[in-house]
Structures are given as structure tokens and as C-alpha cells.
């Protein structure tokens, strides 16, 4: 199902920037070190896909549960591993497919963009090091500390709309994680889905459209101008 928007809220991580791949390998490193054998691939995607679009706290303490960790070992103590792989990784973030030539494109036809992202403003920082100006074409940018409760809560896509000023009604999420979709359905918005490709497809069935990249969206769709 299509429809119109007048301003669109973007997800980063999965949808813009391919960082996924490096949570999984931090992932991995961390479970490997605190069993001293080999993560199961299948038990990796299992454990990503509930960590998929959350706030780094909650997805810590999804991998201290999934672990089987006692209370010896705090969630944070993942946190504060993964430090030097992030400051390591994330500025080597690339672009997905189609992100780039959407985002010109709605800049160009003067649509309000923000983006809603469960990242720490300092890992967003880190990761758009090198697409700087690409990401300069955002209007409000709203990262995880700015508000109390996560995805699937619709709280950050709320303050986004609210900094564009634009009604939640009007507005056209852009997610990859099940608990965007919901979010952005909790927002009272519509939503285009762009799921993980391990991601089951039922998990985001809420959302008006689903996509398998962005190189698929036809603006024309949503009542914005066609790609020239």
C-alpha cells in the first residue's frame, strides 16, 4: 500500500549505512570471549534479530540474557568492550543501495528530512565520518539519548516530526527493524519497511510498503517527483 507524505524520518543503522555486519562481528567477538568457544551462526542471527534497532542498553542486556551471564558480569561490560571495535569499525560504515540517490533526491524536491536513530550521538558521529555531506542534507538529526524509552516506543520519531514541524500523519518512516515498523505505526505514521535480509519478512507486515532495498522506492508513490 502507497500513499502521500509531505516529510520523510529515516533510520540509519541497516537502512543508510551497512553497520549491521560489524554488530554482528562485535557480536561474536564478545560471545566467543565469554564462552571461550565458538558463537553458533544460527544462535548470532537468532540473538541480532532481537537486537535490531534498539538502544545499545537494551540490546546489551539482550546479549547478557542470551549469554546465560550472572550477575558477575554486567551488560555494560559488552558496552565497554566494544569501544575500541567501534572507534575501529563504524568509521568505515558504507552506504546501502539506493540510500544515497533517495536522500539527494527528497533534499533536492525540498521534502523535511530528519533522522531518528537509536545511536549515541558520538557512534553517529563516528559513522557518518566519511558521508558527512550527505548527511548535512538532514534537517534535525534525533539520536537515542534524546529520549527515555527505545524503539518500539514511537517517542524519537515523535520528536523528530515535532523538530520538522510536520503532523506524525504526514510523515514517511524509513525502518529496517521490527521495532521501527512498530514505532513508526505507533507514531501514527506510515512506514516503508527495508527489513535485514535475515529478518522474517511476518516481523515488519505492519509497515505500508515493504521493500528488499531502497533502490526499489518510487517516490512518485508517495506523491513526491520521479527519479529523473
Not at 48 to 61: D, I, L, P
Not at 102 to 127: D, G
Not at 180 to 194: E, H, I, R, S, T
Amino acid at each position: 500500500m502507497t500513499g502521500k507524505a509531505t516529510s520523510a524520518i529515516f533510520d540509519m543503522d541497516g537502512l543508510i549505512l551497512d553497520t549491521e555486519r560489524m554488530f554482528d562481528v562485535m557480536v561474536q567477538e564478545y560471545a566467543e570471549r565469554m564462552s571461550g568457544e565458538k558463537f553458533p551462526r544460527e544462535k548470532l542471527m537468532e540473538v541480532r534479530s532481537q537486537m535490531f534497532g534498539r538502544k545499545k542498553e537494551v540490546s546489551a542486556q539482550i546479549l547478557h540474557d542470551a549469554l546465560k551471564l550472572d550477575d558477575s558480569v554486567p551488560p555494560e561490560d559488552y558496552l565497554e568492550w566494544r569501544k575500541p571495535r567501534e572507534r575501529e569499525m563504524f568509521p568505515e560504515a558504507k552506504l546501502l543501495p539506493g540510500a544515497e540517490r533517495l536522500i539527494r533526491h527528497l533534499a533536492r524536491c525540498r521534502v523535511p528530512l530528519a533522522i531518528a536513530t537509536s545511536s549515541t550521538l558520538e557512534a553517529y558521529e563516528m559513522k557518518i565520518s566519511h558521508h558527512r555531506d550527505l548527511f548535512a542534507l538532514f534537517d534535525k538529526v534525533v539520536t537515542g539519548e534524546q529520549v527515555e524509552r527505545s524503539k518500539p516506543s514511537p517517542e524519537i520519531f515523535l520528536v523528530a516530526a515535532a523538530l520538522i514541524k510536520v503532523h506524525p500523519i504526514e510523515a514517511l518512516v524509513f525502518e529496517d527493524a521490527a521495532s521501527g515498523v512498530l514505532a513508526g505505526k505507533g507514531a501514527n505514521m506510515q512506514v516503508v519497511a527495508v527489513p535485514h535480509h535475515r529478518l522474517d519478512k511476518s516481523k515488519v507486515a505492519q509497515a505500508d510498503q515493504v521493500l528488499e532495498s531502497l533502490e526499489e522506492f518510487r517516490p512518485e508513490d508517495w506523491g513526491w517527483p520521479a527519479f529523473a
